[in-house]
C-alpha cells in the first residue's frame, strides 16, 4: 500500500496477557517510529528505528515493552503482562531519513488501540 | 531536550470565524517546528512545518502559522473556519541535535455552524 500500514486496528485483552502490535512502514523509509497516545494526551514517543543503527529506546516506559524492526521494514511492538495503564492508541509512524534533522515529515500509520481490561 | 506547550485543550469557532491555535516552544537550539492534524478516526498528517527561511509559512486547507523567536511561539491560524476543519491539532518540535519530533498535548477544534 502507499501509507503506513498498521494491525490490529483494535485490540482488547487481559490484564497480565502479552500482545504484539505490527507496523508496515512506507516503501523505502528508512526511519520508523512508535508513539503512545493515551485518551486526552499528546504523542508520548517510545521507540525509533533508523535504518541499521541500533535503535533508540529512550523512550520504552519499562521492560515489559520492546520493539524489533526485520530486514529493515516491518515492525512489532510488543507488551508483556499488560497493564491496564497500558490502554492507549499506538501510533507508527515512518519517514525517508532521520526525521528531526532534515524534513521533519512523519507519515503517520492510523494506529492501533489496546484495551486492557 | 526541547518541548512544545499548546494553549487550549478545546477551542470552539463558528463558521467563517478567525481560527488561532497557539503553540509554545522551548529548545536551546534551533527548532524546527510542525502542526499535524488528526481528523476522526485517521492517522496524523503533516499540516505544515518551519525549518529555515520565511517565518510565515502556509499549509494545507489554508491555514498559516509565523514563527517567532523573540515569543518563542509558532501559532497556527486561518481566516475562516470550515466545519471541516474539526480535527485534533497538535504542535511539534524537534532540532538538528534531536530528531525525535516532541509533541504538545493538542487541540480539539470544534466548528459552529
Known amino acids: 500500500g502507499a501509507g503506513v500500514s498498521q494491525s490490529p486496528s483494535n485490540k482488547v485483552t487481559e490484564k497480565g496477557k502479552d500482545v504484539e502490535l505490527r507496523c508496515d512502514p512506507i516503501s523505502g523509509h528508512t526511519a520508523l517510529y512508535w508513539y503512545r497516545q493515551r485518551l486526552g494526551q499528546g504523542l508520548e514517543f517510545l521507540i525509533y528505528?533508523?535504518?541499521?543503527?541500533?535503535?533508540?529506546k529512550s523512550g520504552l516506559p519499562s521492560d515489559r515493552f520492546s520493539a524489533e524492526r526485520t530486514g529493515g521494514s516491518v515492525s512489532t511492538l510488543t507488551i508483556q503482562r499488560t497493564q491496564q495503564e497500558d490502554s492507549a492508541v499506538y501510533l507508527c509512524?515512518?519517514?525517508?531519513?532521520?526525521?528531526?534533522?532534515?524534513?521533519?515529515?512523519?507519515?503517520f500509520g492510523e494506529g492501533s488501540r489496546l484495551t486492557v481490561l | 531536550a526541547q518541548s512544545v506547550t499548546q494553549l487550549g485543550s478545546h477551542v470552539s469557532v463558528s463558521e467563517g470565524a478567525l481560527v488561532l491555535l497557539r503553540c509554545n516552544y522551548s529548545?536551546?537550539?534551533?527548532?524546527?517546528l510542525f502542526w499535524y492534524v488528526q481528523y476522526p478516526n485517521q492517522g496524523l498528517q503533516l499540516l505544515l512545518k518551519y525549518t529555515t527561511g520565511a517565518t510565515l509559512v502556509k499549509g494545507i486547507n489554508g491555514f498559516e502559522a509565523e514563527f517567532k523567536k523573540s515569543e518563542t511561539s509558532f501559532h497556527l491560524t486561518k481566516p475562516s473556519a470550515h466545519m471541516s476543519d474539526a480535527a485534533e491539532y497538535f504542535c511539534?518540535?524537534?532540532?538538528?541535535?534531536?530528531?525525535?519530533?516532541?509533541f504538545g498535548a493538542g487541540t480539539t477544534v470544534t466548528v459552529r455552524a
Open positions: 528505528f533508523q535504518g541499521n543503527s541500533a535503535p533508540d
Open positions: 511539534a518540535v524537534s532540532t538538528t541535535n534531536d530528531y525525535k519530533l516532541s
Open positions: 529548545s536551546s537550539v534551533p527548532p524546527y
Open positions: 509512524a515512518s519517514s525517508l531519513g532521520a526525521g528531526g534533522g532534515g524534513t521533519g515529515e512523519l507519515f
